[in-house]
């Protein structure tokens, strides 16, 4: 019961805080290095879809390239 | 034949990487202009791009493509099964529309691509949702696509491809300078997925082949999954880095790892290097030489069926110009480079280019390799 015990409070604290609201741990104020155009997740999708075209003709793999599904939630 | 990769691209592109980058706000209106060249085993491809966006209100966005591919070809797949070379041209139209409510993002697209033995359609929807304080952002796509297959060689020959994509992302704010990027794809295919213009080969008598027709199963599944990492140096600089796995009902299993280094100067430039490396197995069925005709059910030759490995270096320079009297209706434009230079090695398909039939044992010619050039140059704005 002594092991459990360590597990049981864990579980319990796990439990009481996924029922409060998550508190964003990046502050929007914090974004300003994730605002940078340089951190764009797609910055040229022209370039960026074109390319991902000249591989998948040469190549057997496809998908899951990324570009898409993203955002830094710091506009 | 081109075509089957582009399309489903071309609608991910426009539908989601357009549209989802800042979800909960959508993306700034845009134009590119880009000219895009690929230069490398025998064959040239060049043509223009043209992508406009724009939004209407705060609510509503829409993004229009015009893409070209003029096709010179004389390719070892050409040139080994006799055939001189050809020229062709492929026309892609696409348009894509978003609605934005609250943290969601709604997306609808469809792209129509044309050339004169193979048309294509594909339909795209998808959403995104950001949550947890704007840090994270899912999104969900499906696509369906319908292809119409004909031969420039065989006028009778008419067949079709259904294509279904499901798409699951999420992109996730790890700390203040880091960005993390998680995607997964799976991706059915029924119907005429071999290529009516690549042969097999069998030994044809002591020392000599012949070739044959490829035959491919009708029906293929894939699964692919990704990570992405993008982290921001603190001398103003970003590091990216990425991994995807690929698997399907073929047999291949591929692994693509690629890192990019991306470096502003100078106020108005920024410049990129990057580094790709890929490798996959071949599928259940290719051989590049097969024992006789007719020696198992399926069989393919296709060397992008085979065993292979790709090495590619990317450079890139992007130049803000000054904008003078256009500053009143343009907010920013830059001027973009990118040069890329790939080496795909194989490591079964062979090299015949040089050995007709009855010139050299079958099975001893040199393995076959290229390298090609890749560029691109574009001008963006921002208005």
């Known amino acids: 019961m002594r092991k459990l015990l360590p597990l049981l409070l864990a579980t319990a604290t796990l439990l009481v805080t996924a029922c409060a609201p998550i508190e964003p741990w990046v502050k929007p104020y914090e974004r300003e290095h994730l605002a940078d155009p340089i951190m764009a997740i797609d910055p040229d999708p022209v370039s960026s879809s074109y390319m991902d075209h000249v591989f998948e003709v040469r190549e057997g793999a496809k998908g899951a390239t990324g570009g898409y599904g993203g955002g830094c939630g710091c506009s | 034949m081109k075509t089957v990769v582009w399309q489903r691209i071309a609608a991910l592109a426009l539908l989601l990487g357009t549209a989802a980058v800042h979800a909960g706000v959508l993306a700034e209106d845009r ?221 291949i299993n591929a692994h693509t790892a690629g890192l990019e280094y991306t470096q502003p100067l100078w106020n108005r430039w920024v410049f990129t290097g990057s580094y790709r490396y890929y490798t996959q197995n071949g599928t259940n069925f290719f051989m590049d030489l097969f024992p006789r005709p007719g020696y198992q059910n399926f069989m393919t030759r296709d060397k992008e069926n085979s065993p292979l490995q790709t090495h590619t270096i990317g450079l890139g320079a992007s130049y803000e110009f000054p904008l003078g009297f256009a500053s009143s209706f343009i907010k920013r434009g830059t001027a973009n480079l990118h040069v890329n230079h790939l080496m795909v090695n194989y490591s079964q398909f062979r090299n015949l280019t040089n050995f007709p039939p009855g010139t050299a044992e079958p099975g001893t010619e040199p393995l076959y390799s290229l390298s090609a050039n890749v560029i691109q140059f574009f001008v963006s704005f921002w208005y």
Request: hydrophobic share 35%; no cysteine; proline share 3%.
């Open chain 2, 31 to 251: 134009a590119d202009v880009m000219y895009h060249r690929y230069q490398g085993g025998g064959i040239t491809v060049q043509g223009p791009s043209v992508l406009v966006r724009k939004k209407f209100g705060e609510s509503f966005a829409a993004t229009a493509n015009y893409y070209v591919d003029n096709i010179s070809s004389a390719s070892i797949d050409v040139v080994v099964s006799g055939a001189s070379r050809y020229a062709e041209r492929r026309e892609q139209k696409s348009l894509a529309v978003e609605y934005l409510r609250g943290k969601t993002t709604y997306s609808a697209s469809f792209v129509n691509s044309e050339e004169n033995d193979y048309k294509a359609d594909t339909y795209s929807l998808s959403v995104s949702q950001d949550m947890f304080g704007d840090l994270t952002t899912v999104s969900m796509g499906y696509s369906y696509g319908k292809d119409h297959i004909g031969s420039s060689v065989d006028p009778t020959f008419a067949d079709g491809i259904e294509r279904r994509n499901y798409r699951v992302g999420l992109t996730q704010v790890l700390t203040r300078n880091l960005l993390a990027s998680l995607n997964f794809e799976a991706v059915t295919e029924q119907g005429y997925l071999q290529n009516p213009y690549r042969f097999i080969r069998f030994v044809n008598g002591p020392g000599s082949y012949a070739l044959g027709q490829e035959v491919a199963p009708r029906t293929r599944t894939s699964n692919a999954g990704s990570v992405r990492l993008k982290y921001y140096l603190p001398w103003r600089a970003a590091l990216d880095g990425q991994y995807r796995f690929y698997t399907d009902t073929w047999g």
